[in-house]
């Protein structure tokens, strides 16, 4: 019977040829998830022997790796602020930078508050559920276009413990809560516009969402529309925390140009990726 530790290795190597991302961390998780086993563990056991069925089932994930399919896919599960999510080809995988919005609602306001806020175009849930489980008073309404990513955020939500806090409904960027008076509004739109969609890695492109990903008008046809329902959502005052592409803050500020306040916030790479607009 194969040794672990030279399965390891083999499904790197095909990896490294098939090109893809990151190709030792995506084996290793892979193994990690066919032994049932964190990748702590994994190391302590690599000499040890594999059967024949893990071996055909760790092969068979590294053939999926190597045709491009995201590692969170195949998992099922991406970590997002410290926390397992479940994810499927329906909603978009999780980034680290969006973690952004939820460390800025805690820089925003009291963790002992009432208030209720929007989270629109909220995908697998990620923004509503940390968002709420940080305060613990809060409630969200989360909509989103995409029945298939309702389904994925009432699991994680359910997961998490926060379902009686959240309300999931069907809405296109925010249908549904024009006549609301929000106490703020958290927002990660489609952004990406034809040409930067088009130069994607494959892993991106031909897996996730373009639903999720791109947007009219060089990527800012989604924001605009976004304006004009926080606009009437939000009460004097309150905020909007948006995600957007780092070469976009100039646009934004000319759409959002009647709003009481901007503040532009950087990612970890340097690049402007949030904002905290005022109505």
């Known amino acids: 019977m194969p040794i672990i530790a030279s399965l390891l290795a083999g499904g790197t190597s095909d990896l490294i040829e098939a090109g893809v991302d990151s ?14 086993c964190s990748c702590e563990r994994l190391v302590l056991i690599l000499d040890q022997q594999a059967g024949k069925n893990i071996e055909k089932y760790f092969q068979r994930l590294i053939s999926r790796r190597a045709g491009g399919e995201p590692v969170a896919y195949i998992l099922g599960q991406k970590e997002f602020y410290s926390l397992d999510f479940k994810v499927s080809p329906g909603v978009l995988i999780p980034r680290p930078e969006t973690e952004m919005l939820v460390e800025l609602t ?19 849930g990620i923004l ?4 709420a489980l940080k305060f613990p008073l809060f409630a969200c309404l989360a ?8 389904e994925i955020a009432r699991a994680n939500a359910c997961k998490h413990g926060v379902s009686d806090r959240i309300l999931f409904f069907k809405g296109d960027m925010g249908q549904g809560i024009m006549n609301q008076r929000l106490d ?4 990660n739109p489609p952004y990406v516009c034809a040409d930067e969609f088009a130069a ?15 947007s009219p008008d060089q990527g800012l046809g989604h924001i605009k529309r976004l304006e004009a329902v926080a606009a009437q959502a939000l009460r004097r005052g309150s905020p909007l925390f948006l995600e957007m592409g780092h070469w976009q803050a100039d646009r934004i500020r000319e ?11 950087r990612d970890l790479a340097g690049l402007d990726r949030a904002a905290v607009i005022i109505k």
């Open 23 to 36: 190709p030792g961390l995506s084996a290793r998780l892979l193994m990690a998830h066919v032994l049932e």
């Open 106 to 124: 805690g820089r925003w306001f009291p963790p002992k508050q009432e208030m209720v806020f929007a989270d629109i175009g909220t995908g697998s």
């Open 128 to 131: 509503g559920i940390c968002i």
């Open 143 to 150: 909509c989103d276009i995409s029945m298939q990513a309702l």
């Open 184 to 187: 703020f509004i958290v927002c």
């Open 200 to 214: 994607l890695d494959k892993s991106v492109r031909c897996f996730e969402p373009a639903l999720a990903l791109l």
């Open 255 to 265: 759409i959002f140009s009647g709003w009481r306040n901007f503040q532009m916030f």
